[in-house]
């Protein structure tokens, strides 16, 4: 009979952060990314989720590895966060990054997404407010249904998120800074409370599912899948509520950003 692998507890783990903040040695090192790799199957089965099904999970996750390994050798617990929260941000982040660079997601969808944000923002300082979909498919000339379909088309690619830059001249996401804003360098932290507390704001003005949706993914971490059957609507459908939303944030975002 097989027995089952113990894990070590948290004295060990604490005992082997202490070795490799002070020794830097390898073997500790590779102790480390061994225990914290489920961190990296984890965040590329959720990054993978909203992706289509020819993006390979093996690649996510092989690009996840590169982000756990810079968060342990960039992490520091004296501050007294939790690494996990920490190393999901940085795990997540390398994904998206390696993700953007190989520029898998069609131009038309990449061109029809910067149309409907552009609508949106022009809808948004029009009525201060975020616009309908009824509202929005009649700013752009096109009926609801084509205008939920090519929501849902970019929501599915992903390219329409949260953890999407604020700037282009940022290595830090949004998502990093909600969620451990000791991990943020203290050159950016003022820009970045700034940022959290433009954020909560444009947050607590959207619609009330529209809200809902953004704190069960990015708060609860539930997929998009759990969301439908929570809202009692389709994943399809969750999806274009999630792109109009992050659209609508990222607009928000971006003119903070830029004053």
């Known amino acids: 009979m097989t027995e089952a692998i113990q894990e070590p507890d948290q004295s060990v783990i604490d005992g082997l952060w202490r070795s490799f903040k002070e020794d830097g040695d390898a073997a500790v090192r590779e ?31 092989s690009y996840g590895l590169f982000g756990l390994i810079d968060a342990i050798d960039k992490f520091e617990p004296e501050r007294g966060f939790k690494f996990e929260t920490y190393a999901i941000n940085r795990i ?10 190989l520029d ?8 029809r997404s910067r149309l409907i944000e552009t609508a949106v ?10 616009p309908t979909e009824e509202e929005l498919a009649e700013h752009m000339e096109m009926s609801v249904d084509e205008l939920q379909s090519a929501l849902a088309e970019i929501g599915r690619t992903g390219i329409a998120a949260l953890d999407e830059m604020v700037g282009s001249d940022s290595a830090t996401t949004v998502g990093d800074m909600l969620a451990d804003p000791g991990s943020i360098s203290p050159e950016t932290a003022v820009q970045a409370e700034e940022t959290r507390e433009g954020l909560v704001e ?29 809202l009692g609507v389709t994943e399809s459908r969750v999806c274009q509520i999630h792109a109009k939303t992050m659209m609508s944030l990222r607009n928000r975002l971006g003119e903070l950003a830029l004053g």
């Open 31 to 61: 102790r480390l990314i061994l225990h914290y790799s489920p961190l990296v199957k984890y965040v590329a089965g959720r990054v993978g989720a909203g992706l289509p099904r020819s993006v390979d999970q093996n690649d996510l996750a």
């Open 92 to 101: 997540k982040g390398a994904i998206l990054d390696e993700l953007r660079a």
């Open 104 to 111: 898998w997601v069609p131009r038309s969808v990449r061109s």
């Open 121 to 130: 923002a022009e809808l948004e300082h029009r009525l201060q407010r975020a």
């Open 202 to 230: 444009a947050i607590n003005k959207l619609p009330e599912r529209d809200r809902l949706v953004v704190t069960l993914y990015y708060y609860e971490s539930m997929t998009l899948s759990e969301i439908g059957e929570v």
